[in-house]
């Protein structure tokens, strides 16, 4: 059985209804449309969603599949596979990890939910649609016993200030509340706490290659 939740988000204090379920191929053209609005140039174009891909999410793992709609119109998706990860090695990159977004590695005896993507059209996120979604995807990892959910976070703002601190003091300051920045400190809120900085994750120049793992143990393990 598929998941689907039918909540209310708030919209200045007027209630809209929302309902997070897992996306078909019904959703594909539109997500597709999604990620293009989430992660404009310079991010690259090849690493947006394509049609086999979304076949793959849906066919190998739709239980890791899920898409917010407000209002009847699909706002947003988040991306999961399951994984086998040891703590004590976590160096990897974003390619090797989802097999490029298409997750044909998906193991359905992995101890860990990975996190390929979440998107959020900007005209909504003043709803915190991804923080719903990353707690509907919490009471998943719940559901299959996993021990945990983990996912690499994008620095965006570090391209900022990369010839003033390295990668790691720009973390510190993020966690100390001195900077912030739109994905680490997104995640933060989300309840995940960094568990490694690894080089080369990802070509993203805004983050010079780097991403945090960001981790969300299951408290019933």
Known sequence: MGYHNEIYVFDNGKPIPAVIRNYNHNDFDELIKIQAECFPPPFPADLLWNEEQLNSHVSLFPDGAICVEVDGELAGSLTGLCVQFDPAQPS?????????????NHDPLGNTM?????????????????????????QVVVEKKLDR??????????????PQMTIEEYLNKIIGGEVKDPVISFLLKCGR??????????????SHNYATLMEWKNPFK
């Open 92 to 104: 990897h990159t974003w390619e090797e990890i989802t097999d490029s977004g298409y997750i044909r």
């Open 114 to 138: 990975y996190i390929v993507d979440i998107s959020v059209r900007p005209r909504f996120r003043k709803f915190g649609l991804g923080k719903l979604m990353m707690q509907s995807m919490y």
């Open 149 to 162: 959910l983990l996912g690499g976070g994008r620095m965006p703002g570090y391209h900022k200030v990369a």
């Open 193 to 206: 706490k960094p568990l490694a900085i690894v080089e080369n994750y990802l070509d993203d120049a805004e």
